[in-house]
């Protein structure tokens, strides 16, 4: 994986890009800041990136660039919740709107981030439907993205006293990544706290690098 190779190529095109102010770049731009964001992600420097992003996201709404305003507040949010930094998040979302010309895929992602910003400030309803929303919308394509959603539904149901169906966890290609969070399912079902903490540990290392330990912590205590 030659990620911090990739890094240096994707700083040296969005400075390139900071030279142009053409609308036909958008497009190539949009693409530009995504793999600027991702490698860093890869090289674990993320937060290096933050201060840029943000400037770029006041350039692209002076000049009007809708599709770079939902690519950058995206990766933004997405910068934010890398860190667990939901304050701040929200700050920045509830600042900023999302063009009218929304893409679909865009859309998606900033439902999936509202929806998980709603989880932690205790606003279940609302972080349902903006999950919710986000799994109609998000394209059967998209995999990952949707077990990434699922997971963060599940846990959202679970702490508004619903029981997700278990026919829901068998859907093609979701069986196996949702089966800690099936496990932690049946344990809430049965309501065994014993069976439900040794799911916690069992799969603790998942739940951490999904950043829903925090959630399921606050489950055990209901």
């Given at each position: 994986?030659?990620?911090?190779?990739?890094?240096?190529?994707?700083?040296?095109?969005?400075?390139?890009?900071?030279?142009?102010?053409?609308?036909?770049?958008?497009?190539?731009?949009?693409?530009?800041?995504?793999?600027?964001?991702?490698?860093?992600?890869?090289?674990?420097?993320?937060?290096?990136?933050?201060?840029?992003?943000?400037?770029?996201?006041?350039?692209?709404?002076?000049?009007?660039?809708?599709?770079?305003?939902?690519?950058?507040?995206?990766?933004?949010?997405?910068?934010?919740?890398?860190?667990?930094?939901?304050?701040?998040?929200?700050?920045?979302?509830s600042?900023?709107?999302?063009?009218?010309?929304?893409?679909?895929?865009?859309?998606c992602?900033?439902?999936?981030?509202?929806?998980?910003?709603?989880?932690?400030?205790?606003?279940?309803?609302?972080?349902?439907?903006?999950l919710?929303?986000?799994?109609?919308?998000?394209?059967?394509?998209?995999?990952?993205?949707?077990?990434?959603?699922?997971?963060?539904?599940?846990?959202?149901?679970?702490?508004?006293?619903?029981?997700?169906?278990?026919?829901?966890?068998?859907?093609?290609?979701?069986?196996?990544?949702?089966?800690?969070?099936?496990?932690?399912?049946?344990?809430?079902?049965?309501?065994?706290?014993?069976?439900?903490?040794?799911?916690?540990?069992?799969?603790?290392?998942?739940?951490?690098?999904?950043?829903?330990?925090?959630?399921?912590?606050?489950?055990?205590?209901?």
């Amino acid at each position: 994986k030659q990620y911090d190779k990739a890094k240096t190529i994707t700083i040296a095109a969005v400075a390139r890009l900071d030279s142009f102010n053409r609308r036909s770049l958008d497009i190539l731009a949009a693409r530009i800041y995504y793999y600027y964001s991702w490698s860093h992600e890869c090289t674990n420097c993320l937060d290096a990136i933050r201060s840029k992003l943000l400037a770029l996201l006041r350039t692209a709404t002076l000049r009007y660039d809708n599709l770079g305003q939902e690519v950058l507040l995206n990766l933004l949010l997405r910068n934010y919740l890398h860190y667990n930094l939901y304050d701040m998040a929200e700050k920045l979302r509830s600042k900023t709107e999302m063009p009218e010309s929304r893409s679909n895929q865009q859309y998606c992602r900033y439902l999936y981030y509202l929806g998980r910003i709603r989880a932690i400030q205790l606003e279940y309803t609302g972080a349902k439907e903006c999950l919710l929303q986000a799994s109609r919308k998000a394209p059967q394509a998209a995999l990952g993205f949707r077990i990434e959603v699922f997971k963060w539904n599940v846990l959202v149901r679970l702490l508004l006293g619903e029981i997700p169906d278990r026919a829901s966890f068998r859907q093609t290609g979701l069986t196996k990544p949702l089966q800690p969070y099936f496990e932690l399912t049946r344990a809430v079902r049965i309501g065994d706290l014993v069976l439900f903490k040794k799911v916690v540990d069992q799969y603790n290392d998942t739940f951490q690098k999904d950043k829903t330990l925090n959630l399921i912590n606050r489950l055990r205590r209901n």
